[in-house]
């Protein structure tokens, strides 16, 4: 193999175009092809020609194998540079003396699928089946990348190598160079007869489920990694991984500071004044909340332990709630005069200018920081 003459294969001159290159192989192919020469030698020969074509067809690869012609300085009339003095001396690609075959199994892609969840999925976890759609191991073959009852056979061009050699003249003297062979593309063996289920791939692309605990405290934009879940490999490799990105959708009534849940809960002005008990709706369930006499809009209320609990931890944050004083707008005559004997009795003091404040939910946000 390393003394063949990749033009005299062809029967090709060292100038010939790359469509002169074309017609010879074309023409050679059909000579040599074993099923319609199936004299002896003819499949060595047809290996030989194909080889030759993959060489002298691709300009880089052409490029090197004139490296080593006639001249001991190539066609080109000198080296390219370092880079070439090396590359003719020592091999392309790295594939020198010692060099391994390809492995056909690789390490399958990680995947990424995102979730949405209910802000009472982040308080208390939840557990979720997830459909993924992705690279799964072919059970026809198994991961083989062969049609059952077959199996890869070793290359008969680089001998199960993945490399292949040959030997050009230098001012050195002759030096065997070494590069990945064109016809197994590396792989030392080559599947003459391919699974028709996946191609010869070893994977086919299908959806299955994940099963998947998602803890408690999880924000939108974290990623929970699952080692293993991801897409399985070509040729039956290891999967990859799979990352569970979380979205938490926007909550009606709570939304969420760290650890602790946020409301605004409106009072009446009476309840305000005097005082009351009332029962709110928490993500837990009903809880009774006492609002004191003479409350203010903009006080927090906290209701300790209602809130999230946090994703490394077990204590849970609180459920602090804003108020909103509601002032009425329509009076009829006889509330309007208890609201006036109200005034007159407390003696209400008249309007006056204080230093600005902000609005309501711009106090209730500062407070609720404070608090």
């Known amino acids: ?9 062809l029967g090709v001159s060292r100038d010939a175009s790359p469509d002169e290159i074309k017609k010879a192989y074309r ?15 003819a499949e060595e020969k047809f290996k030989l020609v194909t080889h030759a074509y993959d060489v002298l067809s691709d300009p880089e690869q052409r490029r090197r194998y004139d490296m080593g012609g006639d001249s001991p300085f190539g066609q080109a009339g000198g080296f390219g540079g370092f880079g070439d003095i090396f590359e003719t001396f020592f091999g392309a690609a790295g594939g020198g003396r010692g060099a391994r075959p390809r492995s056909r199994r690789e390490r399958g892609q990680d995947a990424l699928v995102r979730v949405t969840l209910e802000l009472g999925d982040v308080v208390f976890g939840t557990h979720r089946e997830i459909e993924v ?30 490399h292949v050699q040959r030997t050009v003249r230098s001012l050195l003297g002759n030096v065997v160079t070494s590069a990945p062979c064109t016809v197994c593309q590396g ?21 299955r489920t994940v099963a998947v605990d998602i803890p408690a405290g999880v924000e939108t934009g974290l990623r929970l990694q699952l080692p293993g879940s991801g897409e399985v490999g070509p040729a039956g490799g290891p999967n990859g991984d799979l990352y569970i990105e979380v979205n938490v959708a926007v909550h009606e009534v709570f939304s969420r500071e760290g650890d602790d849940l946020l409301a605004t809960l409106d009072v009446s002005m009476p309840d305000a004044i005097l ?21 203010q809009s903009g006080d927090v209320l906290t209701i300790k332990g209602r809130g999230i609990t946090p994703l490394r931890g077990s204590q849970r944050g609180d459920l602090r709630v804003g108020v909103h004083v509601v002032t009425p707008t329509r009076l009829d005559a006889k509330e ?4 006036e004997d109200f005034k007159q009795k407390t003696k209400a003091p008249a309007p006056k200018l204080a230093e600005f404040q902000q609005g309501l939910f711009a106090r209730l946000r500062d407070r609720f920081r404070n608090s």
């Open 133 to 162: 759609d992705t690279a799964v191991l072919c059970e026809t073959c198994d991961g083989s990348c062969c049609q059952p009852g077959t199996s890869p056979v070793t290359c008969e061009i680089c001998h199960g190598t993945g």
């Open 27 to 41: 023409r050679l192919a059909r000579e040599l092809h074993p099923d319609v020469n199936p004299g002896p030698g």
């Open 336 to 339: 309007r005069a208890l609201i």
């Open 1 to 9: 193999m390393a003394d063949q003459d990749h033009y005299e294969v």
């Open 275 to 295: 005082g009351t008990t009332t029962t709110i709706e928490s993500l837990d369930g009903p809880v009774d909340l006492e609002i004191r006499p003479g409350v």
């Open 187 to 207: 792989y030392g063996t080559t599947i003459p007869y391919p699974c028709a289920t996946c191609q010869g791939q070893g994977r086919v692309r299908a959806r």
